[in-house]
């Protein structure tokens, strides 16, 4: 079972890519599922902006953005979330990009 969400962020797209795929920061955002066993590094394609992150340990178990420019230098992140039945509903996928935009404000205030 999947979810998907989507939120508009008040910083550049390169700066919400480069936290979220932080590994460092991941286990800030990512669900429990995908911090595990390395899955906090996401394979990653930068041509648009796309990571995906996946679990060896919980193999049913992903996540994948893609971070788009949006109005006044500020980005659009849509997030799809897969996870064990039940468990990835549309909440679970609003609150994983509310931490993120949480670590995209806490990285510009850091930098």
Do not use: K
């Not at 910083?11 to 955002?29: G, I, K, L, Q, Y």
């Amino acid at each position: 079972m999947g979810a998907h969400a989507e939120r508009g962020m008040s910083a550049p797209p390169e700066v919400v890519f480069s936290t979220a795929t932080d590994p460092d920061r991941a286990a800030a955002w990512l669900p429990q599922p995908l911090r595990s066993d390395g899955a906090s590094r996401p394979d990653v394609s930068t041509g648009p902006l796309r990571a995906r992150w996946a679990s060896a340990s919980a193999p049913e178990w992903s996540a994948e953005i893609r971070v788009e420019p949006a109005d006044a230098g500020g980005a659009l992140v849509r997030l799809d979330l897969a996870g064990a039945s039940g468990q990835a509903d549309p909440g679970l996928a609003d609150e994983t990009l509310a931490n993120l935009a949480r670590e995209v404000a806490d990285n510009l205030t850091a930098g």
